[in-house]
């Protein structure tokens, strides 16, 4: 029953479809995927590395944020809204710009 009960919460995860703005630097040899507004990053060795490696610390934190019941606050505090039908809204990153003075 419990095993059964986690598998649906899985399921509603990653049944929901959330986006996310992200930035991609490097260091050194190794590229840096960041979602700023959730503060989650992961690596890898190329930029589709790095990418793909964000998508799954991204969902597995949200996972684990549903399990511990702090999903709602999380995505509440980073600027998500909750839509009647359960899905959430991504805050929008206007503009990203190298700059110097």
Not at 24 to 46: H, M, N, R
Not at 76 to 86: D, F, N, T
């Amino acid at each position: 029953m419990f095993s059964s009960r986690l598998a649906t919460k899985r399921r509603k995860i990653e049944m929901t479809s959330i986006e996310f703005d992200t930035i991609v630097f490097q260091e050194g040899k190794i590229y840096v995927a960041y979602s700023p507004k959730l503060d989650v990053s992961s690596c890898g060795s190329t930029v589709d590395e790095a990418r793909c490696n964000l998508k799954t610390a991204v969902r597995l934190f949200l996972e684990e944020a549903e399990k511990m019941g702090t999903l709602e606050d999380i995505m509440c505090e980073a600027g998500y809204e909750k839509e009647s039908y359960g899905d959430w809204t991504a805050p929008r990153l206007i503009a990203t710009e190298h700059m110097s003075l």
